[in-house]
């Protein structure tokens, strides 16, 4: 089992810039693959981000895609968000999302393929 807190989330304005991180505790960071998910308010939760396990295999949501970057740290058991650009509509809780998946290259994208949750960060990003 493992424990994710995100932190890093605020208030920027539109254009600006944040770094979202999500460090794990538990069992060993290097068997979970990582991915970044969104919510905003009446809005159903929506996959932003993943890394493999490995760390060499990474997959993004167009609407972010060339904005964001996802990576992780293996010394620090942490993964981080990196995001450019922002935007209004990128508005959200973000919540961190760790899969237990055998396969090293693996890279989910969707709600279910994830086992463990973070309690989330609030990003909102004004016009």
């Known amino acids: 089992q493992v424990q994710l807190v995100e932190s890093g989330g605020g208030l920027v304005q539109a254009g600006g810039s944040l770094r979202l991180s999500c460090a794990s505790s538990g069992r060993t960071f290097s068997y979970y693959a990582m991915g970044w998910f969104r919510q905003a308010p009446g809005k159903e939760r929506e996959f932003v981000t993943a890394?493999?396990?490995?760390?060499?295999?990474?997959y993004y949501a167009d609407s972010v895609e060339g904005r964001f970057t996802i990576s992780r740290n293996s010394a620090k058991n942490t993964v981080y968000l990196q995001m450019n650009s922002l935007k209004p509509e990128d508005t959200a809780v973000y919540y961190c999302a760790a899969d237990p998946t055998p396969f090293l290259d693996n890279v989910p994208r969707t709600r279910a393929a994830y086992d463990y949750w973070g309690q989330g960060t609030q990003v909102t990003v004004s016009s």
């Open positions: 890394i493999s396990r490995s760390g060499s295999s990474t």
